[in-house]
């Protein structure tokens, strides 16, 4: 177990609907990142937030977004849903010094459907 | 965009037999990293080799890195049934973002 929880574990939704997933992050950790993975896919990044900012994003459209708490909790908003949205959603908690993240401890996911 | 790629996509062994795969990269690197993943669940992380690093064990695991031909194996030892998962390669592009492969898929059969 990596102290990393995501909710909800499954979670259907129907096109143009909007989405809310949550993380709570490991204790001692003060960076959180969000993955995509797409069935058969390796995950793919999405954003970081780091001190309740973003602080790095990959090639996700703006109607992808997140927020970092103050207990370094989580959540990933994806507005107006798209059925290629359909994929398992990882968070993964880290400790960032010296501004670099080394190795990431993952949640075991949120399956969104779209519908 | 990925960076690392797994090679083979799958592989199906006896348990006892050792598991090789490998992973190849683009650019340059501070260091590489492998995961698992169980079926449907988050990715562990396994071993992290640095660049300055050639070769690196834990446990049953044997990582090699070559960073002249930019690639990385990861070898599992005597495996075993509960070794059947997925297996990622990682390497970090820019200060936060890890880059992972389509992964290696291992079945051990019993």
């Known amino acids: 177990e990596t102290g990393v929880t995501q909710s909800p574990t499954h979670l259907i939704k129907t096109r143009g609907q909007q989405v809310t997933l949550r993380c709570s992050s490991q204790?001692?950790?003060?960076?959180v990142s969000w993955y995509q993975q797409a069935l058969g896919q390796g995950p793919q990044f999405i954003f970081q937030?780091?001190?309740?900012?973003?602080?790095g994003r990959g090639n996700f459209p703006p109607r992808f977004s997140g927020l970092q708490f103050p207990n370094y909790s989580s959540e990933l908003n994806v507005n107006a849903l798209e059925l290629d949205d359909s994929a398992l959603y990882l968070c993964?908690?880290?400790?960032?010094?010296?501004?670099?993240?080394?190795?990431?401890?993952f949640g075991s996911g949120t399956q969104l459907s779209v519908l | 965009s990925q960076q690392g790629e797994e090679d083979p996509q799958a592989l199906s062994i006896q348990e006892g037999e050792n598991a090789t795969m490998n992973c190849s990269y683009k650019?340059?690197?501070?260091?590489l990293q492998w995961y698992r993943q169980n079926s449907g669940r988050g990715l562990v992380h396994l071993i992290l080799?640095?660049?300055?690093?050639r070769e690196k064990h834990s446990g049953r695991l044997r990582v090699t890195l070559d960073t002249s031909k930019k690639s990385s194996s990861l070898l599992i030892t005597a495996s075993r049934a509960a070794d059947t998962a997925s297996y990622f390669c990682?390497?970090?592009?820019?200060?936060?973002?890890?880059?992972f492969g389509q992964g290696t898929r291992l079945t051990i059969n019993p």
């Open positions: 993964a908690s880290s400790f960032m010094g010296g501004g670099t993240v080394e190795k990431l401890f």
């Open positions: 204790s001692g950790h003060n960076t």
């Open positions: 937030y780091y001190r309740e900012e973003e602080n």
């Open positions: 650019t340059s690197i501070n260091n």
């Open positions: 080799i640095r660049s300055n690093e």
């Open positions: 990682a390497t970090r592009q820019g200060a936060q973002k890890l880059v």
